[in-house]
């Protein structure tokens, strides 16, 4: 059976009698919801040797992390804290053993206080880290004052007796960073 739709009396009388539904909130971020499983989870398991190894040169320096290299960080099942064990370049370990307690301390710092007890050093070849790349020079170059013409002048009449070359122009390169008072 069909109905006839209300007029626009009707429908304002039936409105003021009657309330329509009220809208849903809208659904909560997915970081908001998840936030408390992740944080438990972080509780439980921790940053790991991966989030070492991200930030390694950060937390321990970059001589020290030229030298070493986080592979595994061992949570007991009691509670206690944790073991760090390092890979280690053979002739480096010394060093590292004696630099233990500073390690410890920087570690700690970035995953939170006692969070490892402990160091376990391991002597072994060390993966190969990319490298960073270095300052473009070409630019570096440009940046930089000229000598003045007496100091030129000078380095020239020193490299005269030299022939045309390669070796000639290298040091022509070294004796303007030199008398610039800039290290190569």
């Known amino acids: 059976m069909v109905r006839p739709l ?17 809208i849903g909130r809208p659904l909560p971020v997915a970081g908001r919801a998840l936030t408390k499983t992740l944080k438990a989870l972080d ?6 040797s991966d989030g070492l190894a ?3 040169s950060e937390i321990v320096g970059v001589a020290l ?21 390092l890979r280690v ?6 060093i590292i053993q004696h630099q233990a307690a500073d390690i410890l301390a920087r570690v700690n710092l970035f995953l939170g206080a006692g969070a490892v007890e402990r160091l376990r050093i391991v002597q072994g ?7 960073a790349r270095p300052p473009a020079r070409a630019a570096s170059r440009r940046l930089r004052p000229p000598l003045d013409a007496a ?27 030199i008398l610039r008072g800039e290290t190569p």
């Open 54 to 56: 991200a930030r390694w």
């Open 125 to 131: 070849p060390l993966r190969a880290m990319p490298k």
């Open 6 to 22: 209300p007029s626009a009396q009707d429908a304002a009388r039936i409105l003021a009698v009657k309330r329509t539904r009220p």
């Open 151 to 177: 100091q030129e002048q000078q380095l020239v009449d020193s490299l005269a007796a030299l022939s045309e070359g390669n070796l000639k122009g290298a040091l022509t390169r070294l004796g303007r960073e």
């Open 65 to 85: 992390a030229r030298r070493t290299q986080p592979t595994k960080l061992t949570k007991p099942r009691a509670g206690a804290p944790s073991v760090l064990e």
């Open 89 to 94: 370049d053979g002739p480096s370990a010394a």
């Open 43 to 48: 509780a439980r398991f921790g940053q790991g």
